[in-house]
């Protein structure tokens, strides 16, 4: 029988017979479904209610980053990535940063956007004043949907209106200037865009269609100072070549999009561990930095009086410490417990921090030892654990291939045969 993945009311099944529906397509040993199962900490009935479809959970590690002083005050941080060397090197930059007084960080109120689109209007820009002059009817309108939020001290505070450009004709973009509080927000700001959208085409005579939450929040923006003592990063050579690697970046497209990659790599190990919208902050970081219609790097990095690395970070970070996943993932919790952050806006000082200290990280290993020697160190030991090593062995096969400087499978499956034949004669 051919195969196929259109399973009417798959949804529906308990999650044992959707299990076998899986199984049964892909072929999947029961050693294999054992791994399915297995979901850790979250059980597979509160994933079942998290996401749709659910066979399963995916485990990624979760490391501590040390040495992270932000504000005068100490931060161990959680960061959920598959990725080796990353928690090394934030820790490590981290360390650097400490010399002259860690990091110093701070935010901007967490103010997101909602759009609402509206079109076939012949005046424009005579609608933009229409709703400009109606900007209270339409801030109260708003409100009145989150009285909760409002309480707190948040709510929706003021109106944009923009004419755009389009290729079917001019549209009037209102955006409705929300602050969120504690939360990431895009509930929040999409249930106040919906409820205005009626009042806004009762004023204009025009049609609404799109009323969402956008992701290039430049009211919420992040920001981290760092300076790097020149003698810890390896005298004026070594900052000489991270100043090199930062201006090919800012001058060279194709470099800038791993240089933002690297900083982001921090950035999203965070949010991950925190149950935080890891595409919504990758899409508004990229925009950010694409803003000026030249796409830049997320950091800038110049040298003070005294010779030492003077480095700056800003983007838009809309995260929460309360709602979805943040509060649904049991490890999401405890990872928020051991920041103990108090607020959506200290913990994007933090996150702004880290990826400061990845960026430091990355270009003082481009400049100076070259990104694969640390790197491929604890990416060896992916490789033997690919290869059927197991125990000491990992690490054991790991060390063989850095020193013989040849990281591939095939090498891992040779050494380990030839560390098992040892053993074997040992016996």
Aim: contains cysteine; charged residues 25%; aromatic residues 4%.
């Amino acid at each position: 029988m051919e195969k196929t993945s259109r399973i009417a009311g798959f949804y529906k099944l308990n999650l044992e017979d959707r299990l076998r529906v899986v199984a049964e397509f892909a072929g999947l040993t029961e050693e294999e479904c054992a791994l399915l199962r297995n979901t850790g900490s979250l059980e597979l009935s509160l994933a079942d209610r998290m996401i749709e479809n659910v066979v399963g959970v995916m485990h990624i590690p979760l490391g501590i980053a040390l040495n992270f002083l932000i504000n005068g005050r100490d931060y161990m941080v959680p960061m959920a990535i598959e990725e080796p060397s990353v928690v090394a090197a934030a820790s490590n930059a981290a360390k650097i940063a400490r010399v002259k007084g860690g990091f110093q960080a701070s935010t901007t109120p967490p103010i997101m956007i909602g759009q609402i689109q509206l079109v076939k209007v012949p005046d424009p820009y005579g609608a933009k004043y229409t709703i400009l002059t109606h900007k209270d009817d339409i801030l109260s309108k708003a409100n009145e949907q989150d009285p909760v939020l409002v309480k707190l001290g948040g709510g929706a505070k003021d109106l944009e209106v923009r004419v755009v450009r389009s290729d079917l004709g001019p549209m009037v973009i209102t955006h409705l200037l929300v602050d969120v509080r504690d939360a990431m927000g895009a509930n929040a700001v999409n249930t106040m865009a919906e409820a205005v959208a009626p009042l806004i085409e009762k004023l204009t005579g025009g049609r609404v269609y799109l009323r969402i939450v956008s992701n290039l929040a430049v009211y919420r923006l992040a920001r981290a100072k760092a300076v790097f003592d020149k003698e810890a990063l390896g005298g004026e050579e070594a900052v000489e070549g991270i100043l090199y690697a930062y201006h090919f970046a800012k001058s060279d497209p194709f470099r800038c999009a791993t240089h933002n990659k690297g900083i982001m790599n921090g950035i999203i190990a965070v949010a991950l561990a925190t149950g935080n919208d890891t595409r919504a902050l990758e899409a508004g970081a990229h925009a950010y930095a694409a803003r000026t219609g030249e796409y830049q790097p997320l950091t800038t990095w110049e040298v003070n009086s005294d010779g030492d690395l003077v480095g700056t970070i800003e983007l838009p970070l809309a995260v929460g410490i309360v709602g979805g996943a943040t509060r649904s993932n049991p490890l999401a919790k405890v990872c928020l417990k051991i920041l103990s952050v108090k607020s959506a806006c200290e913990l994007a000082e933090v996150m702004a921090s880290v990826g400061l200290a990845q960026n430091l990280a990355a270009l003082k290993a481009l400049a100076t030892e070259g990104i694969q020697r640390g790197h491929m160190k604890l990416h060896a030991r992916n490789i033997a654990i690919m290869a059927g090593a197991t125990g000491e062995l990992i690490d054991e096969v790991a060390e063989r291939m850095v020193e013989e400087r040849v990281i591939r499978i095939d090498k891992a499956k040779e050494i380990l045969q030839r560390l098992l034949a040892e053993r074997r004669k040992e016996m």
